[in-house]
């Protein structure tokens, strides 16, 4: 467990968990925000936690949206493995929401860390034409989960493993469900990054949340009122067909 | 953070964010640039110094989401339920793109907005309504880039507070994230000038029906300052005095 979470995890119930009240929640933000004033490095150390998955119980849930927040303004997310185990930790769509708003900006252009490899480069040959060589021999097994994995549009590391996931409980009610919840999610954040993973979501190779993310994605635009231009332009833009045609 | 809309819908939200209306700033004298902002005695003493700013509210359970919460001087006791202490400040609206809540249409349109996103349904039947609420309003100030909501009060007590004509602002100060994004930032207000504590209430409140009203607690009933309030804070203000208000 991270030592200065676990000192500041009662601090930041008090900041945050609304069961104190607005004026005390307000009190300890006005005290945290004069911290962060009065001892600069105190912010940078606090934005720039290093956090594994075991941390998920250093904070009360409450705090955890409003410190993934604060840190994406201040610092970098934390890796993959903490944000993977808060998305499980809890059905939360608050903090599921926050996961994913996290995940999706660390891979966000400007914010990429230039010790971070891109998405796939594991997995990227130099080759990556489409071309696939003969090698003349059937894939093994794990050759076919490379293969596989190698012809992915999913960029985003976390999503890219999440999903991977989905794919392998193929058909599980739950990985339906939560490539569904997902895919709300990325629609609702609407930035470009996640719009440009939701559209890999979609424009994926078969893959077992894929339906379930494309008929999420039709409902959320068929209720939106939108007009049939707006529509056709958000279809096209995340690569789903347009009814009677294609996008 | 915001879902497909139509164009109509957006376009009549664009035209709905106008100026910032001088109206709710005229003091019965003059139209006086200046905020009012009550809060309880231990966090008002600091504005007996000068250099201090206002706090951004980023707790959740404010009306508008994250902002600074304050009352145009022209309504110089309408939030005084909030603390004894009453601080003024300065601010220059300029170019301020101001969405007037206070007009029943814009409040359609909010609302028109919000029933679109997808995520609506989250925050209608979960118990998550107060974290997604405030995500979203934080979102809509966000994606139309508005630096002023003009509201009626939500909390009241009669004797201070009209919510039929009184007008309360939430104004945003904006940040850059790493991406580049702009968003909203937290911490304090750069918004405000010279805030200062002027007016002291001898009232003192206390929340019922969670905080909806707000009860005094001594309710003397003494006379209130002869004349215009607005007008003596305005005047106390620039000659450094304080204004004492009987219970």
Redesign the interface.
Known sequence: MNGLLAIAAAFLDL??N?QH???V???Y??RF?QA??DDPEFANSFATLALSAEDVESLPICAW??YLQ?R??NG?PPSRDFLDALFDYTD???IR?SVV?SAV?EE????TPADHPPADAEHRSDDDSGDRRFTGADPQPSDAVAERERRRNVQNPWLRARTTRMVSAAGAARGQADASEIA??L?????P?SLESLRALIQDEPWAGRESVVATVQR??A?????R???TR?RAQLGLANPGGTA | MSGPIGSELEARIRDAIGDFPEYVLDTGTQPRPMVIKYMPARFGKTYHRPGQKLKISEVRGFTWGQATYVTPLAFPLSSGIFGRVGVVARFEFGSWKTFDATKPENEQLYLAWLQRQPMFKDLMLTAHSAYLSQLLRDEFRRKFKIDCVLFRPDQSNRNYTSTRDDVWMAVSDWRRMPSGERTLADGFSERFIDPRLTVVLEEEFEDQMGGIHRAGLLELGGPRPAGNLAEEIWHAYNMGRIVRIPS
């Open positions: 900041m945050t609304p009240g607005i004026e929640n307000e009190e933000s006005l925000h962060l004033i949206p409003w604060w994406a303004g970098s939360d769509p608050a929401l708003r900006w966000y252009p400007a914010s709300t999610y629609l609702q954040l609407g930035d990054a959320h635009i209720e939106a009122g939108l007009d231009e707006t529509a958000w």
